[in-house]
């Protein structure tokens, strides 16, 4: 385990169990739909290559980055950072995210893909921290990998300062290396 974690939350294999459980939710949804599979950047790529892989039929792939600016109210405004770079009418999206927290990012890239025409929008996130869902927002994926409590995690993807995402689990940083 890495000197600056904590705790493991989540490990490798049950993270791969689960991936392998999703990867047949979708097949089961969407089995001769041909979907597109946007990855939200950065944090959603590490999850993104083992769920494509899950999902034994036709898929494309499409890549998003988004950057959230919270105000002094952390109202979180929304940028769009790379936009994807297909026409997305008709076609039957899913979002894949690495932790769904507030809900405010999700429900910004929700709405802007439908905007594009899609046929449909699903959300598909690794993790989701019910606890943390902002006044307002009711939004819900429609799979999740694991609901976790509201403790900030890093690895498979998520990164405290861009580190740690690299690890192949997901745990709790240790206090002092916030400090880094
Ligand atoms: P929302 O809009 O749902 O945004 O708050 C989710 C985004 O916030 C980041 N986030 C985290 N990143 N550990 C992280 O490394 C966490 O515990 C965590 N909680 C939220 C993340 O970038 C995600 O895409
Ligand atoms: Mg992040």
Same mark, same amino acid.
Request: net charge negative.
């Given at each position: ?15 791969? *169990? ?9 097949? !089961?949804?969407?089995?001769? %739909? ?5 990855? /939200?950047?950065?944090?959603?790529? #590490? ?7 899950? =999902? ?11 950057? +959230? ?18 026409? &997305?009418?008709?076609?039957? #999206?899913?979002? &894949? ?16 893909? !439908?905007?594009?025409?899609?046929? +449909?929008? %699903? /959300?598909? *996130? ?6 943390? !869902?902002? @006044?307002?927002? *009711? ?7 694991? !609901? /976790? ?6 690895? =498979? ?10 690890? @192949?689990?997901?745990?709790?940083? %240790?206090?002092?290396?916030?400090? %880094?």
């Amino acid at each position: 385990m890495h000197q600056d974690i904590q705790e493991i939350l989540l490990t490798e294999q049950q993270i791969k *169990t689960r991936i392998q459980e999703l990867g047949q939710d979708l097949l !089961r949804d969407y089995q001769g %739909k041909c979907p597109v599979f946007v990855c /939200i950047l950065k944090g959603a790529v #590490v999850f993104y290559a083992d769920m494509i892989r899950a =999902f034994d039929d036709h898929c494309e792939m499409a890549f998003m980055q988004i950057s +959230s600016y919270s105000g002094t109210q952390s109202t979180g405004n929304i940028v769009v950072r790379q936009d994807v770079s297909m026409d &997305l009418t008709d076609r039957h #999206v899913v979002i &894949l995210e690495d932790i769904l927290d507030t809900g405010r990012s999700l429900q910004y890239v929700c709405d802007y893909l !439908r905007n594009k025409g899609a046929a +449909s929008v %699903k /959300i598909c *996130t690794l993790l989701d921290k019910p606890e943390g !869902r902002a @006044p307002g927002v *009711t939004l819900e994926a429609d799979y999740v990998g694991f !609901r /976790i409590p509201n403790a900030f995690v890093v690895g =498979f993807g998520l990164d405290y300062d861009e580190y740690y995402r690299n690890l @192949p689990y997901v745990g709790v940083l %240790k206090p002092a290396a916030y400090t %880094k």
